[in-house]
């Protein structure tokens, strides 16, 4: 198969799969994940480590230049993503140090 009629592939499988979902909350994304792996056949199980380890290198350079900022800002800044954030309050807000 063809890169490009991979990729038309891939961006097949994923719009079918968001027409067909009836997930919501945690549960959307790994049906999202599932229903494309089958619709592709198992093709993009392949390309998501890359992903995922190009999305961790992306969030990591967001916490830096964020944590930098803080610092800079004189502001004490709770964590983006993880546990201290109460819910419903957004986890990306800066307080005055």
Known sequence: MSSEKAKHSREDAIAQALAEVGERGQALTPFLLARISELTGAASLRANPALLENNARI????????ARWCKKEGRVCPPIIG???PRGEAPNACLTG
């Open 59 to 66: 969030l990591a350079e967001i916490h830096k230049t964020r």
């Open 83 to 85: 546990e201290g954030v």
